[in-house]
């Protein structure tokens, strides 16, 4: 025991001189290394395959089950078909549940190779931890630059049109307000088209106690997935001329908060109303995604302005319970005063980005082109190989069915996972059914809402940080004071005191700061 | 004895009733998390609101958990050979530092307990001791989750102030009879500090039981895992994602979460009362103040 | 007995520990050279574990990513105490500093007297399976983790289906989502926190109670002294140091443990009364990756927090306690 600890002060005092020479340890067995496959687009001369190291916190890697880990047999094979079709010895980090954006700081901090991973490029690009990848996407990237949509790339490019990683998201709407149809029926009402018209339909729901006891007219969060704030993005267009979006406001020239909007009042206003008459669920500040589906689950909820997957996904079990029961939205896009209800999410300025450190950034490109380029090798990265646990139901309409439970593969492989893969491939289980009904064709019906104003623009938070020192203050007060708002804590009239708090805190160096960088990218 | 006066028996009555109202409000919480873990979906959709006992005690989260087999059993074995293991090194640092420290004359000693304050208050920062577990090449080893926590500090001042209270004649009179300080220490101050070593043993041995952050940074291979990281993977994996395709049948999370609890709790509880009796023979010999 | 080596006039070696003569000092330290051994392993452990990390404090003053190696801890801007001001001049400080403080007294107050009473009251007990029985179930809840911790809270007082709430309605009154109401949240943290702490930390007190001499008692009660006076004159006098020693070393980590409980039950709208440092500092690094200002406000907590703990070493050595040098 003491020699060891000896040893290891010394290989301590060491660590200074070994800084950046540590290769991490690769997870799992590497191939043999002369393989290179038949037609595949092999380096010059026998060398060893390329290889390619990829942290997979892509959010792919999920489902009951994964914290055991893969089953090494079918990740080999996996492996095996990686290396036959691409040339390349593809292996995968699989990040610890729950601790992803620690694990992945650790190993790049500590010099492993790391070449591909998921993560806002903005914050990484300053400190030249990735590199751009127009060459490499000009070269063998034809498939990801065709799967995705100008906004998304838009959002992945710097200002001087340097690309920094392929997007993970597209513009997209996930707050609809979804309403029981059964209860409308039962109540002789139409789905609504106005805030009045809801308004009319929760208080409907709360007087006649539709649901039975419990009823919940309205279930909405406020801290909810993908960064969207359920009653935010589901309502606030319909107060606010530009949704819950920055703005630029036109008397002073400046972009400021969605909160500074005229109109935002007037939402805290019909939020904090709907709140005390009871239709709002009081617990909405503390809603876990689970939660909210368990209620769902439940049968009494009424209306809900929450992410749509907690509606769609719960569907199936809500059915078995409740056999009438089925939610529906205005498709037309609820309205209000100022204009549609729905506010979309911008495209986001994550995705998969390539470490500055890899060797072969061509290499990782040509090797995502290749999940790209046909749903066929998607499906296998995200549901194992083919025959295992699905197969073609039809081919050529890329509808597939699946085999059994699938146990042992949780699409560690799935560099591709985003809304254009999801959407090119669908199945035929009835779980998924209005899941994928919804994927496919409402998600990026854009036209039900608004689109934030700066979509496309991104925020240096290099700059944010060095020009916005109230920055997690004001973040603080916006949260907290929004939810004291429409919980009554803190009355509507005080609303001017609370800009007032804004500015205290450092407002206008926000102001200017987001300003100056929105006329950088604006041409 | 016969003779208790009023004033007495008021207040045993009193102190009786105030512990079994204690009793009660740290037994529900546990009472309503075991109900829970046996919760079907079915039953939480039809009865909704506030059920403290199932009408159907439905087994499906113990099944899909212990179902997984190899992984939770191989977990388990894990955690034991850290917890075993673990405490034994701990135990090891913790009393023959202690003991050194316990020597009023011994000099450098007041530098040493500086040393060691200093130590308490400053935590160490995660991104080095990361990289310095690295550089030792502790990294994915069963070890990394043992050393670098090997001291507690707080411990140690407990052990040493224990060995304060043994009687200085007791060492002097083994000494005189020859005994080095090696011999004096196993054969004399061991058996006798038993109770205090079976305290702060027990304190270490539960922090190894529970801990599970720096597992998840330290170690790469699945196999190497303690139980409480599969555990809360299980917990998070139970929420499921809006990704992966529901396996049927599948517990809500809520019941998975009890059932969770309830298996990496029970062990402990199990074994803990063995161990008490250690306590009861009297964590400080010698504590009366003469 | 060991023979004395020859002693030879040396200079002092410079260690602290107020040994005088010069003459004696290498003689003493060869005498106890075999307790250095019975130091090294722990000294080596503190050094490289514990001390060679700290290093990673040079983040705090200067601009870096967690990301970022090695070298840029060495190579990076040095920005001094920028992020310190940044801190000190923020909206929140004061809310936040006060926050930290209020709950750290009230976690002292709840975490050290109530086991010490728990203790008392046990120690009264005749009945040992009556004894055993409760204070077994007293430290299960310690089991418990966090994460499950701050879950049994949102399910019991839950609003929908909640029995803490079914209990106020039951009762006549208005039932309302107490966790996120500023008025009742530090109330409910600090049960929780409690309920999940005291059985464990009273194992120490009664053990210590435990090995008490009983004929003190009896003597004292054949003088006529009542429980009272017994618990003040007898019991707590007697565990004194352990007592001394454990309110010692929870000053020590104060400052830096117990965020989490706090971190999973608050909510925006009771910031204002739960917001602490780290919290408020794990907000910041989490939306804003604000590393090296996260760095620099953990950097001011320990130096408080090593302030406290001499001070009350200080208070403790005056008053004839026992203290952590002796």
Not at chain 3, 223 to 251: H, Y
Request: one cysteine or more.
């Amino acid at each position: 025991m003491k020699r060891r600890i000896l040893a290891a002060a010394i290989a301590a005092m060491m660590l200074a001189g070994s800084l950046t020479g540590c290769g991490g340890d690769s997870p799992a067995p590497a191939p043999d290394a002369g393989s290179a496959a038949p037609g595949a687009p092999a380096e010059e001369g026998a060398q060893a395959p390329v290889k390619i190291v990829v942290y997979n916190n892509s959010g792919s890697i999920a489902g009951a089950g994964s914290e055991a880990g893969a089953d090494p047999a079918i990740m080999e094979q996996i492996h095996q078909w990686m290396l036959e079709n691409t040339g390349y010895d593809v292996q995968v980090i699989v990040p610890p549940a729950g601790n992803e954006t620690e694990k992945l700081n650790l190993l790049l901090a500590g010099g492993d190779q790391v070449d591909l991973f998921w993560g806002d490029w903005s914050e990484y690009a300053s400190k030249k931890v990735i590199v751009p990848i127009n060459s490499y996407l000009d070269g063998k990237g034809q498939d990801i630059v065709k799967a995705w949509p100008e906004e998304a790339w838009k959002a992945m490019t710097d200002k001087e049109g340097n690309i920094y990683g392929v997007p993970r998201s597209t513009p997209n709407l996930g707050n609809p307000t979804w309403i029981r149809t059964d209860w409308l029926e039962k109540e002789n009402l139409e789905m609504p088209k106005t805030i009045d018209e809801l308004d009319n339909v929760l208080r409907t729901f709360k007087e006649n106690g539709t649901g039975g006891e419990g009823t919940i007219p309205l279930l909405a969060d406020i801290a909810g997935k993908h960064s969207s704030k359920g009653l935010h993005n589901s309502f606030l267009g319909a107060f606010t001329e530009y949704g819950y979006s920055n703005w630029l406001d036109p008397t002073d020239n400046k972009i400021k908060p969605a909160e500074l909007q005229p109109g935002f009042k007037d939402f805290l206003a019909k939020m904090n109303e709907w709140y005390t008459k009871g239709y709002m669920y009081p617990e909405f500040a503390s809603l876990s995604k689970d939660k909210i589906r368990e209620i769902v689950k439940q049968g009494k909820v009424g209306s809900a302005a929450v992410w749509y997957s907690n509606i769609t996904l719960s569907l199936y079990d809500l059915q078995k319970t409740f056999p009438e029961a089925n939610y529906d939205y205005q498709h037309d896009g609820l309205e209000g005063p100022s204009g549609k209800a729905e506010t979309a999410m911008p495209a986001s300025t994550t995705g998969a980005l390539i470490s500055a450190k890899c060797e072969h950034p061509e290499a990782v490109i040509d090797m995502l082109n290749f999940i790209y380029s046909d749903p066929a090798n998607h499906m296998v990265t995200w549901y194992g190989p083919e025959g295992m646990f699905w197969k073609w139901k039809d081919k050529d309409a890329h509808i597939y069915e699946t085999i059994g439970e699938k146990t042992g593969y949780y699409a560690e492989y799935a560099f591709a996972i985003g809304l254009p893969m999801e959407t090119a491939v669908s199945g035929d289980n009835p779980q998924q059914a209005r899941h994928q009904e919804y994927l496919t064709n409402e998600h990026t019906d854009l036209k039900r809402g608004k689109i934030p104003f700066d979509s496309g623009i991104v925020y240096d938070p290099a700059v944010i940080k060095a020009r916005v020192p109230g920055a997690s203050d004001i973040s603080r007060m916006l949260e907290e004071e929004t939810i004291n708002f429409i919980m009554g804590t803190r009355p509507i009239d005080e609303y001017d005191q609370f800009v007032q708090e804004l500015y205290d805190a450092g407002m206008q160096d926000w102001i200017d700061a987001y300003t100056e960088m929105y006329f950088e990218q604006v041409k | 004895m016969a003779c208790k006066s009023t004033g007495e028996k008021v207040f045993t009555v009193v102190n009786i009733t105030l512990l079994v109202l204690l009793c009660v409000c740290f037994l529900l919480p546990m009472f309503i998390v075991l109900m829970q873990s046996f919760l079907s979906q079915d039953e939480i959709s039809r009865r909704g609101t506030f059920i403290l006992i199932p009408e159907v005690f439905d087994a499906a989260a113990y099944r899909m958990i212990l179902s997984k087999g190899s992984s939770i059993f191989n977990a388990y074995g894990v955690t034991i050979m850290r917890v075993v293991a673990g405490t034994a090194t701990q135990l090891f640092f913790t009393c023959t530092m202690a003991y050194a420290l316990s020597k009023n004359d011994l000099p450098g000693r007041r530098l040493v307990i500086a040393l060691i304050n200093v130590a308490i208050v400053f935590p160490v920062p995660l991104v080095p001791l990361f990289l310095l577990v690295k550089g030792v090449g502790l990294y994915d080893n069963f070890w990394s989750m043992i050393l670098p926590f090997a001291i507690n500090s707080v411990y140690i001042f407990i052990m040493k102030a224990f060995y304060q209270q043994l009687p200085p004649g007791l060492e002097e009179a083994a000494m005189i009879d020859g005994c080095n300080q090696f011999q004096l220490f196993r054969r004399i101050v061991l058996p006798l500090s038993l109770p205090s070593i079976a305290t702060v043993g027990m304190m270490y041995a539960v922090w190894h039981w529970n801990e599970w952050f720096y597992s998840s940074l330290f170690i790469v291979d699945n196999a190497k895992l303690p139980l409480q990281n599969i555990m809360r993977g299980i917990i998070l994996n139970a929420s499921g994602s809006d990704l992966a395709l529901p396996l049927a049948n599948m517990p809500p999370a809520e019941t998975v979460k009890c059932a969770v609890i309830i298996v990496s709790v029970v062990p402990i509880l199990c074994i803990y009362p063995f161990v008490q009796k250690y306590f009861a023979k009297g964590f400080l010999v010698g504590s009366v103040k003469e | 007995m060991r023979n004395q080596p020859a002693v030879l006039p040396r200079p002092a070696a410079g260690k602290k520990g107020g040994v005088p003569a010069r003459r004696g000092l290498p003689a003493k330290m060869w005498k106890y050279k075999m307790l250095y051994l019975f130091l090294l392993p722990g000294l080596l452990y503190f050094l490289v574990f514990r001390y060679i990390p700290l290093a990673g404090y040079m983040i705090a003053f200067k601009d870096l990513a967690p990301f970022e190696g090695l070298s840029a801890m060495f190579t990076g801007e040095w920005v001094g105490f920028r992020h310190f001001q940044e801190f000190l001049n923020s909206y929140y400080f004061w809310n936040v500093f006060g926050n930290t403080v209020i709950l750290a007294v009230l976690r002292l107050l709840v975490e050290f007297t109530l086991p010490i009473l728990l203790a008392l009251l046990l120690n009264e007990v005749r009945s040992k399976f009556f004894k055993t029985f409760v204070q077994t179930v007293s430290y299960m809840p310690y089991f418990v983790s966090n994460v499950v911790l701050a879950g049994l809270v949102f399910t019991l007082f839950s609003t929908n289906g909640g029995i803490v709430p079914a209990i106020v309605a039951h009762f006549g009154g208005v039932p309302s989502y107490y966790v996120t109401d500023v008025h009742w949240f530090r109330q409910i943290l600090l049960g929780a926190i409690a309920w999940k702490n005291i059985g464990w930390s009273s194992i120490v007190y009664i053990a210590a109670m435990s090995g008490i001499d009983p004929q003190l008692y009896e003597a004292a009660a054949l003088d006529g002294a009542g429980k009272l006076k017994q618990i003040t004159r007898i019991t707590l006098p007697c565990i004194s140091f352990a007592i001394t020693i454990m309110f010692i070393m929870r000053i020590g980590v104060i400052m830096n443990e117990g965020w989490e409980e706090t971190l999973l039950l608050y909510s925006p709208s009771v910031y204002k009364v739960s917001d602490i440092l780290d919290t408020y500092v794990y907000r910041a690094g989490l939306t804003e990756f604000r590393y090296s200002y996260a760095t620099a406000v953990n950097l001011f907590k320990s130096v408080i927090g090593f302030m406290l703990v001499m001070i009350t070493n200080f208070i403790a050595n005056k008053m004839g306690q026992q203290n952590m040098y002796s």
